[in-house]
């Protein structure tokens, strides 16, 4: 723990630094697009005068994305956090110089020419990168490598967006698949790096600052877990809709190379209707949470929005999904809030809350993201409320979240429920088979032939000495190989088995070292001895841990009731 804290001080920079050069790498591309000037400056696509060359811009980017895509690297396709959960989990953590390269200026090339995506995809892919390079410059193993793989994805997020809390939430609740001290310090430290370095990057406070003040009154919980519901039910909707989508560019008779390309000829349309449309949209999500814009745009946000995002994400194109998921959710949340008393830009905030959390399955991280993103943490029982419902509606009506139903197209389905291994907490003790049948050392190997030719019980059983202490394990296969070898039938077990090296275990050893223990040995029963006298005190069996799982599922859907009865 203590070595990987220490190197993610260098990967909290690297994410940093990461995200700062994406975003200077979006700007330079935007002007270039839109304004044929080269400059790293602030450049919103809104303020361009080019006319019916919307309709071009974006299908120049995706033609350059698809390029990029089949010359450099197919794995700058999609919008990140499934590229790198599947090497998390399929890749041993893996990544190579050339996605860290080319992901993020694919990205600035998709977001600039008009893609409608945000850039924490593309920073979460990497800063997951620089941490998985830097991990392969030194000998670790896999699960050490993930550690600081999600630790620079989690910096690059928090660089991106100022969201320490979200981050590290972020990273338990979808990409490190565990909690334990060895990643969660890590990841915390290289997150507060990659915080202490923003203002001098990026500039510091919430990154969509707003005046909008929750009402007062236990009812807006009620009324942010009904916004939560239907951004709930919003998010399983875009969800099929986004694989649909998908299903039919697969369908094409042409290469993929080229269908972002096609569906950039639908960005470029939606972009003549509604510039907001295009680009990362920052500005239209803090124009939501200021609660500024009618009812109308709204609506043509929401809807356009919708559909130039899915068909450019299903596509294959580079870019990422939580700005237009904030877009969505939040203009969704801004009608419901025309309903409501109290700001606009306030359940504007709360439908962003939700829909996170129902598209990407992370309920805590949709919660905090919100407060943190807008300052507002004052309104965290409202933005738990959303989160939460919209998170119970997501896993009714959805199989798998937005990002891991990618994977499972694959053939890899991914559990995204954190579960206790019960060979975790149970010890030998409680599973053994307490005082077994044992068989004396003094027992001649002839004698042991016939005992098991005559229908032993078992397959194996202990040989012990005459105080009961192991002296190793002997099996029929023992017999049976005696029986055809030249070996003096009249040695004892002893002696035989004097030279061998038994696997053994104590009481209270955990399940879960046994079972590794007889992975390793090959052995399928190993001896429970007292630490203190050596004597056998149990045997315990691959079929005994089995019996341990098949308890602990009986224990998760078993239903009984308690059975009153006079005494």
């Known amino acids: ?220 919980v009620g009324a942010s877990s009904a916004v939560g519901l239907v951004v709930g039910l919003e998010a399983a909707l875009l969800s099929t809709l986004l694989y649909r989508v998908e299903d039919l560019f697969h369908r094409l008779p042409v290469h993929w190379m080229w269908w972002p390309a096609i569906g950039a000829i639908f960005v470029g349309i939606g972009g003549l209707i509604d510039r907001h449309v295009l680009g990362s949209g920052y500005a239209s999500i803090q124009a939501l949470l200021d609660g500024s814009l009618a009812i109308r745009v709204v609506m043509a946000l929401l809807f356009v929005k919708a559909v130039v995002w899915l068909i450019a994400l299903g596509s294959g194109t580079s870019g990422g999904i939580l700005a237009p998921l904030l877009i969505l959710g939040g203009a969704t949340g801004c009608l419901i809030g025309h309903a409501l008393p109290g700001d606009v830009g306030f359940w504007a905030m709360i439908g962003m809350a939700g829909i996170m959390s129902g598209a990407m399955r992370a309920p805590m991280t949709g919660a905090l993201f919100a407060a943190e993103l807008t300052g507002h943490f004052e309104s965290l029982p409202a933005t738990i409320a959303s989160a939460g419902a919209a998170y119970a509606v997501s896993v009714l009506l959805m199989r798998r979240s937005i990002l891991t139903e990618k994977i499972a197209r694959r053939g890899r389905h991914i559990l995204q429920e954190y579960t206790v291994d019960p060979l975790d907490f149970l010890q030998a003790g409680q599973l053994m088979t307490p005082h077994p049948d044992t068989l004396p050392g003094s027992m001649s190997i002839a004698a042991a032939g016939k005992f098991f030719a005559d229908g032993a019980k078992h397959r194996s059983y202990p040989v012990v000495d005459a105080d009961g202490r192991l002296l190793g394990l002997v099996s029929r296969t023992d017999a049976l190989r005696w029986r055809v070898s030249d070996t003096d039938h009249d040695v004892r077990l002893a002696d035989t088995l004097s030279d061998i090296s038994q696997p053994a275990a104590h009481p209270e050893t955990p399940c879960g070292l046994i079972a590794d223990m007889i992975i390793e040995s090959g052995v399928g029963r190993v001896p429970i001895v007292d630490r203190e006298s050596g004597r056998v005190v149990g045997l315990l069996s691959r079929q005994d841990l089995l019996k341990a799982r098949s308890t602990h599922r009986k224990a998760e859907s078993d239903r009984s009731r308690y059975e009153w009865r006079s005494s």
Not at 91 to 117: M, T, W
């Open 1 to 220: 723990m203590l070595l990987l804290a220490a190197m993610a001080l260098v990967v909290g920079t690297g994410g940093a630094v990461g995200a700062w050069l994406l975003l200077k790498m979006i700007a330079i591309a935007t002007n270039l697009f839109w304004f044929g000037r080269l400059s790293a400056g602030p450049a919103l696509i809104t303020d361009s005068a080019i006319g019916l060359g919307v309709l071009v811009m974006p299908l120049v980017g995706a033609l350059i994305i698809g390029l990029m895509a089949r010359y450099g690297s197919e794995k700058i396709r999609g919008h990140g956090i499934p590229e790198a959960i599947e090497t998390i989990l399929f890749g041993e953590s893996r990544l190579s110089v050339k996605v860290a390269l080319l992901k993020p200026l694919s990205a600035a090339v998709s977001i600039g020419s008009g893609g409608p995506f945000g850039a924490e995809g593309p920073i979460i892919m990497t800063g997951g990168a620089i941490g998985s390079l830097f991990a392969q410059c030194f000998h670790l193993s896999a699960a050490e490598r993930k550690t600081l793989l999600v630790a620079g994805a989690a910096a690059g997020m928090t660089a991106i967006f100022g969201t320490p809390l979200a981050a590290i939430l972020l990273a338990i609740e979808v990409l490190l698949f565990e909690w334990k001290p060895r990643s969660f310090v890590p990841v915390v430290v290289a997150v507060l790096v990659s915080f202490v370095w923003r203002p001098l990057l990026l500039g510091s406070g919430p990154m969509f600052a707003t005046a909008s003040l929750a009402p007062s009154g236990l009812w807006v």
